[in-house]
T-cell receptor, first 115, second 110 residues
Framework: DTGVSQNPRHKITKRGQNVTFRCDPI?????LYWYRQTLGQGPEFLTY????????KSRLLSDRFSAERPKGSFSTLEIQRTEQGDSAMYLC?????????????FGAGSRLTVL | AQRVTQPEKLLSVFKGAPVELKCNYS??????LFWYVQYSRQRLQLLLR??SRESIKGFTADLNKGETSFHLKKPFAQEEDSAMYYC????????????FGDGTTLTVKP
C-alpha cells in the first residue's frame, strides 16, 4: 500500500467538458474525503464517505459535482459542464476513526485547469 | 458553524530564532485541533494534534479554550521548517468534516 493515490495528477479541459477524478484510499481506511483547494486558500471540504455511504456533502457543491464510492473502496469525483471557476486542486484523503487511524492521510491531488 | 483563522499569510524568520504560527478558531463545542504541513513538492501531512500533546520536529501547540487558539511554536527554527502550515478543526473524534485555515507560509532564512 503506497498511501492515498489520485489520478490523473493533472487535467486540462475546455469549458463545458466533463471530467472525472479517481481516488484510491489506504485499503484499511473506511472513510474517504474530497477537498478542493484554490491558490492561497486552505483545503475546502466537499464531501465524505463512510464505506459506500455518502454521509455529508458541502452546500458549496453544485449539482454539477457528483461523487461515488460504489464498493466502499475507490471513489470518483465527476464534474459536469466544467466552468473556469472549477479550476483547482482536488484533494482526496482517507482515515479510519474506529481503528485509531483517525488523522487524515492525503493524496497528492489532481490539478484541474479549465480553459 | 466552524471556522479557522490563520492571520498571517507569510512569516519569515532567521534560522535559530523562535517562531509562532497563529491559529484561532470558532466553534461552540469541544473540537479537535490539528496542524498539517506541506513541504515543497510533497503532499499535505499531519504535523501534530492537540490530543497527543506531543512535540514533533521541535514543534508544540497548546489548545487554549479560553482564547480559542491553537498556536504552533518552535523555539529554534531550522531552514528545513520552511513550508506551508495549515491549522485544522474537527468537531469531534468521530466527526467527518474538518475545516482548514488558509495557511501560513513559513520561510526560515539562513
Amino acid at each position: 500500500d503506497t498511501g492515498v493515490s489520485q489520478n490523473p495528477r493533472h487535467k486540462i479541459t475546455k469549458r463545458g467538458q466533463n471530467v472525472t477524478f479517481r481516488c484510491d484510499p489506504i485499503s484499511e481506511h473506511n472513510r474517504l474525503y474530497w477537498y478542493r483547494q484554490t491558490l492561497g486558500q486552505g483545503p475546502e471540504f466537499l464531501t465524505y464517505f463512510q464505506n459506500e455511504a455518502q454521509l455529508e456533502k458541502s452546500r458549496l457543491l453544485s449539482d454539477r459535482f457528483s461523487a461515488e464510492r460504489p464498493k466502499g473502496s475507490f471513489s470518483t469525483l465527476e464534474i459536469q459542464r466544467t466552468e473556469q471557476g472549477d479550476s483547482a486542486m482536488y484533494l482526496c484523503a482517507s482515515n479510519s476513526p474506529r481503528s485509531g487511524a483517525n488523522v487524515l492521510t492525503f493524496g497528492a491531488g489532481s490539478r484541474l485547469t479549465v480553459l | 458553524a466552524q471556522r479557522v483563522t490563520q492571520p498571517e499569510k507569510l512569516l519569515s524568520v532567521f534560522k535559530g530564532a523562535p517562531v509562532e504560527l497563529k491559529c484561532n478558531y470558532s466553534y461552540s463545542g469541544s473540537p479537535e485541533l490539528f496542524w498539517y504541513v506541506q513541504y515543497s513538492r510533497q503532499r499535505l501531512q499531519l504535523l501534530l494534534r492537540h490530543i497527543s500533546r506531543e512535540s514533533i520536529k521541535g514543534f508544540t501547540a497548546d489548545l487554549n479554550k479560553g482564547e480559542t487558539s491553537f498556536h504552533l511554536k518552535k523555539p529554534f527554527a531550522q531552514e528545513e521548517d520552511s513550508a506551508m502550515y495549515y491549522c485544522a478543526l474537527r468537531p469531534g473524534t468521530n466527526a467527518g468534516k474538518s475545516t482548514f485555515g488558509d495557511g501560513t507560509t513559513l520561510t526560515v532564512k539562513p
